[in-house]
């Protein structure tokens, strides 16, 4: 499944910033969806993911509160809706499929190529 994020950008902190992913193919239903990010010189982390009705949600403790992640089948995209962002939240976001909303980067097959976020203090 052919991923493209995109919706990064410059914000300072406390902004807020809507990242979306928009999926090629007729099968974006049948996956879940993922959000990770890596930030220089650290490992990519999880940040949220989704079921694949959107039923179900998954938050890191870092994010909880703060962002939110949903998505439109019908639109073939999956968000991340970021509020409160702190200058610890910039980095490179990635969007990821899987069959099952997993919270470890190991089991997701596709990537997007990723969209930078930088908040500043």
């Known amino acids: 499944v052919p991923l493209q994020a995109c919706g990064g950008g410059l914000v300072q902190a406390g902004g807020s910033l809507r990242l979306s992913c928009a999926a090629s193919?007729?099968?974006?239903?049948?996956?879940?969806m993922g959000w990770f990010r890596q930030a220089p010189g650290k490992e990519r982390e999880f940040v949220a993911a989704?079921?694949?009705?959107?039923?179900?949600?998954y938050y890191a403790d870092s994010v909880k509160g703060r962002f939110t992640i949903s998505r439109d089948n019908a639109k073939n995209t999956v968000y991340l809706q970021m509020n409160s962002l702190k200058p610890e939240d910039t980095a490179v976001y990635y969007c990821?499929?899987?069959?099952?909303?997993?919270?470890?980067?190991?089991?997701?097959?596709?990537w997007g190529q990723g969209t930078q976020v930088t908040v500043s203090s």
């Open positions: 990821a499929s899987d069959l099952v909303a997993g919270t470890s980067s190991g089991e997701y097959d596709y």
């Open positions: 193919g007729r099968t974006f239903s049948s996956y879940a």
């Open positions: 989704i079921s694949r009705s959107g039923g179900s949600t």
